[in-house]
């Protein structure tokens, strides 16, 4: 069936649509009120020590205090610059959506939309004004991610595919930046960044989660690429995200062990600290593959292929013991980060 020959919505998404309309309606990120930003910006760190790329490595122990505090600080102006980036980039796809009229059958979807373009754009300016207060210079930004709706959203087709790609980066963003922020003893401001961003993204994805439920059986080869491409698509952006030769040059370690990329960056991928972290990043992804039909017993050579066969096996373990996954859409809207 072709997708604009859909008529009506589920109940399930319909209802999904109004809570999130009106969350949106009652509370959306203030540029001025809802951060910090009168905290001292001397001898922070703006993401825990646990999570700045070189922890559990030797190279850990070859850095001093003062270089670590730095990478946590570059780290993290490199993941905003990348978000600034992103978001201005969906916003305009999106609205570009809107103006299309693809949706114009759903205009509780077209509504939710709006937001969401909004939400981005004060986020994209609240990112900066970060960067700014932090004295964080711009970082070069990988050209695949500014190819991204360039290369998979024409807008002659149904627009699943571009949601999908949009939901599978804001997602891993987010858990990545939950993890990172989650300590008392980072900055304040830092931490309100990621908190307040995430309010709004747990909306968002879930809002994505829900389009591709909705749309996957009338979007025909969309379920066959999703199975191909999901996987490496997620290995490639888990290992750009955490190691970057520009951040490493900008905090400019004396020891010359930081100059051998070669060394330095399988070592920072492979470490034990980071593959528990990216597990946590990926876990609540992974069990979403398997309920919709990503990840299966067919393709799942694709996922050991990349390195997840530890996720998929526990994606499948969680759905053994717990035969439904109702609840999601409250828990997005109520949870509480303080
Ligand atoms: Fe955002
Ligand atoms: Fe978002």
């Known amino acids: 069936m072709n997708p604009l020959k859909k008529k009506t919505l589920s109940p399930r998404f319909s209802d999904l649509l109004e809570k999130l309309n009106k969350a ?16 001292p910006i001397d001898n922070v760190w703006l993401k825990k020590r646990e999570n700045i790329s070189i922890y559990g490595t030797s190279y850990y122990d070859l850095a001093s205090e003062e270089e670590r505090r730095l990478l946590s600080v570059y780290e993290t102006g490199a993941w905003w610059y990348t978000f600034i980036v992103f978001e201005n980039l969906v916003s305009e796809y999106y609205m570009k959506i809107v103006n299309h009229g693809s949706l ?47 290369h998979n959203a024409s807008m002659s087709e149904f627009p699943l595919k571009a949601i999908y790609l949009t ?8 858990n990545n930046a939950m993890e990172d922020c989650n300590s008392k ?6 931490r309100a960044v990621a ?24 979007v025909p080869d969309f379920l066959n690429e999703a199975r191909e491409i999901t996987a490496p698509m997620l ?6 995200s955490i190691s970057s030769i520009m951040v490493y040059a900008r905090v400019g370690f004396k020891d010359k062990a ?8 399988p070592t920072v991928l492979n470490a034990e600290n980071r593959k528990k972290i990216n597990s946590k990043i990926m876990a609540p992804m992974m069990r979403y593959f398997v309920e919709i039909g990503i990840c299966t017993h067919e393709n ?39």
């Open 24 to 39: 949106s309606e009652k509370k959306q990120m203030s540029l001025l009120l809802d951060h910090p930003w009168d905290e």
């Open 104 to 150: 114009k059958r759903f205009p509780e979807v077209v509504k939710y939309i709006h937001h969401f373009c909004k939400e981005e754009i004060v986020h994209a300016m609240v990112f900066r004004k970060a960067m700014n207060y932090f004295n964080i210079a711009p970082f070069p930004v990988p050209l695949n991610l500014r190819e991204i709706y360039s």
């Open 167 to 174: 939901i599978l980066i804001e997602w891993l963003a987010e």
């Open 185 to 190: 003893e980072i900055s304040k401001l830092s």
């Open 195 to 218: 908190v307040e961003h995430h309010k709004e993204e747990a909306r968002h994805i879930e809002w994505g989660k829900n389009m591709i439920r909705e749309f996957i059986d009338v």
């Open 235 to 240: 290995r490639s952006m888990l290992d750009m």
């Open 258 to 265: 930081f100059k051998n990329y070669k060394e330095l960056i």
């Open 300 to 338: 799942i050579e694709v996922w050991k292929a990349n390195g997840f066969e530890k996720d998929v096996e526990d994606a499948i373990e969680y759905f053994k013991k717990k035969s439904t996954n109702e609840g999601d859409i409250d828990n997005v809207m109520d949870k509480d980060y303080d």
